[in-house]
C-alpha cells in the first residue's frame, strides 16, 4: 500500500490511440473477419475498447497464461491456466496483450497457437517496453504505445493484483 501513480497516458489518449488501431485493423482485415484472444487477465479492458472499434465481425475467445516461477522462468516456458473455449483452424486469430516486455510469454504462445492451424496470426499490444526483449524474434503487428522501461498500471494492467480498473496508464512511484 502507499504507492503513487503518475499518469503517463491519459484516458482520453488511450482511448484515441485504440480508435486508431481499431480502424486500422478494420482496414486491414476487410472483407474477412477477425477472431480476437485476450489475454486474461491485463488484456480483458484493451480487448474490450479495441473490439468497439473494429467494424469487420469480431469473435472473441480468452486464454490466461502464467510464467513458471523460478529458474525455469528464463525458458521462456509458460503454463496455460485456462485454455482457449474455440478452435483456431482457418481463423484470422489476432492476440490482443496488455504489455509485451520480454516477449516470452507471446513467444511461446504464438508457438502453441501456430499447432492449431489458424489461418493467420498477428498480435496487438496496448503497450510495449522494446529496451526489455529478450526475445527478438517476437513481431508485433499493432502497438498502441512504446514506453520506457518503467513499471505501469491501469487499463488492465496490475501491481499486486490492484490497480487494473483505473482508465488511464500510469506509472508506479514506489
Ligand atoms: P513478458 O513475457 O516478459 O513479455 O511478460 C509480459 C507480462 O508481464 C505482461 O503480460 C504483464 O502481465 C507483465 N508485465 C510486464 N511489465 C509490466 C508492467 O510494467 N506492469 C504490469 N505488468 C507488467
Ligand atoms: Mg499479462
Known sequence: MGEKIRVLVPEEEVEAKIRE??????????????????????????TCEL?????????????AVSSYGGDTKSSG???????????????DVLIVEDIIDSGRTLAHLVEVLKQRNPGSI???TLLD????????QVVVDYTC?????EFVVGYGLDYD???????YIGVVEF
Open 51 to 63: 473490439a468497439k472499434n473494429i467494424t469487420v465481425p469480431v469473435s472473441l475467445d480468452f486464454m
Open 122 to 124: 498477428r498480435i496487438c
Open 129 to 136: 517496453k522494446p529496451s526489455r526483449r529478450v526475445k527478438k
Open 77 to 91: 516456458v509458460v503454463k496455460i491456466v485456462k485454455d482457449l473455449d474455440e478452435p483456431l483452424q482457418g481463423k
Open 21 to 46: 488501431v481499431g480502424a486500422q485493423i478494420s482496414r486491414d482485415y476487410a472483407g474477412r473477419s477477425v477472431h480476437l484472444i485476450s489475454i486474461l487477465k491485463g488484456g480483458v479492458f484493451f
Open 145 to 149: 504505445f512504446t514506453i520506457p522501461d
Open 161 to 167: 493484483q490492484k490497480y487494473r480498473n483505473l482508465p
